[in-house]
């Protein structure tokens, strides 16, 4: 019988914790149906009553009908010296009505003493107590042995004594924490199996920290001496160096061990969540992430490229389809004629690698090189290049004019405005928009245009913005390369544009970002219409 991990994400809860994390009601609804709809088996929802925010999500959230996941309340043992009946966090916990809750106790005689205060004793009946009142109350409980591995390190005897005390009060799952990451694979793997065998009737989860940069290999360790639950956030973010990656772990189990952790159907739709769930948190989804970062299966090496043009598997450990990325193959000084052919006969499948539209392909390239631009991180750019050498390319508006107009006093943050006046088969459009600086400005004003001519350019924004000085030598008179990033919340593109002026360099960088938009969606259509 094929094996089974039960995925437990936290980014609602230790997601929410990482600096410069703020979910509002909204952003967590939407985080949640999308868990769901990729088919993790529990989604831990945090505190609730811990603020007014939390307040109103728990209280949405049950109008929400979910097809795959459980919904987990997440809060602490009763408080010392108080009975767990009277226990606010305990009642507010119960009040969610969702079908499972997670409750973390300590396991580390250090923390019992020195931090919340109370003798070994006490503690160890806040454990039985609490998980004794919800399993009475027919909830899934899961219990979260906070600092249990640190613990377990100081006094092992203790330490199992928490997970004992859960246990015998009727805990479905007693997850150990790494809660500061400082574990090593082999600690992990050696612990965890201790205490798998000592506790063989009861699931074991695994909840990891990445302060030293191994939280997803102290999770497979775990997974491989026994864990059979795996708590972590979508994109690894949390607090200080963030939680165990789930966007990582799920494919190395799924296709590496052939373990199943949501449905087999929803796999192709991992990169697609986590990018998503990365914009709803407003950050960037590091690009070198494995299995769905944007550089997780690009290629730049002449020798690479030539490699997997002929055999994928040569430089490719798993086909990127599967986990709904793609192959890019970068274009740099290092990439030979076989990298330009294969983007060639992306948009016109007959080229051949000698013909004249192959050789004036690369003398336009080396042409814009030359000026200063570089493909290697703005592919889009690069198709356009390509479309208009093979006369495969219209513009989707004509810019008529355009007047920016900039302002800083003393008392106020500096401000800018935009006028634009752009033409659509034989129609203009003006508009006018401020922003947070000229580019800010232009590029709102410039999408506020367009939306009257293409609607699908509204979920469209800017994700990153940068500029490179080239010729730094000419101080103020150097060339810039601007490089801007988009996003539609499904797909990320970057586009580059050089020029002496800034201004100048960002509109043609902006340009192409917005025409490759459009370009893809009217492709959508014809392939709908065909």
Known sequence: MRQQVDIFDSTLRDGAQAEGISFSVEDK??????????????????????????????DRVKRVTLQNAKLVAFGST????????????????????????????????????????????????????????????????????????????????????????????????????????????????????????????????????N????????????????????????????????????????????????VRCIPDENLKNLTYTARKISE??????????????NSAFAHKGGMHIDGVCKAPSSFEHIDPTLVGNKRRFLMSEVAGRNTVLEKIREIYPNVEKESQETENIIQRLKELEHQGYQFEGAESTFELVIRKQLGKYKPFFELETFKLMTEQTSNSKPSASALIKVKVDGRSEITAAEGNGPVHALDR?????LEVFYPELQNVHLTDFKVRVIDSNKATAAKVRVLIESTDGESVWTTVGVSTDIIEASWIALVDSIEYKLLKELEKKIKVYL
């Open 78 to 209: 009763r408080r010392r010296n108080t009975k767990v009946e009277e226990d606010k966090n305990i009642l507010s916990l119960l009040s969610t009505d969702t079908p499972a809750v997670a409750i973390f106790g300590k396991s580390w005689d250090f923390h019992v003493t020195e931090v919340i205060k109370t003798t070994l004793e006490e503690n160890l009946n806040m454990i039985r107590d609490s998980i004794a009142f919800f399993k009475a109350r027919g909830k899934e409980t899961i219990f979260d042995a906070e600092h249990f591995f640190d613990g377990y390190k100081s006094n092992p005897k203790y330490a199992m004594s928490a997970l004992k005390a859960a246990a015998d009060a009727g805990a479905d799952c007693l997850v150990l924490c790494d809660t500061n990451g400082a574990c090593f694979p082999q600690e992990i793997y050696d612990i965890v199996k201790t205490v798998k065998n000592t506790f063989n009737n009861v699931t074991i989860g695994i909840h990891t920290h």
């Open 280 to 293: 709803i948190a407003n950050v960037s989804l590091n690009a070198r992430d494995p299995y769905v970062g």
């Open 445 to 449: 004003a410039l999408r506020k245009a």
């Open 211 to 258: 302060d030293c940069g191994m939280a997803v290999a102290n999770s497979i360790m775990a997974f491989e001496a026994g864990a059979t639950h795996i708590q972590g956030t979508f994109t690894g973010f949390g607090e200080r160096c963030g939680n165990a990656n789930l966007s990582t772990i799920i494919p190395n189990l799924q296709l590496k061990r052939n």
């Open 29 to 58: 609804l939407k985080i949640v149906k999308t868990l769901d709809k990729l088919g993790v088996t529990y989604i831990e929802a945090g505190n609730p009553f811990s603020n007014p925010k939390d307040i109103e999500f728990f």
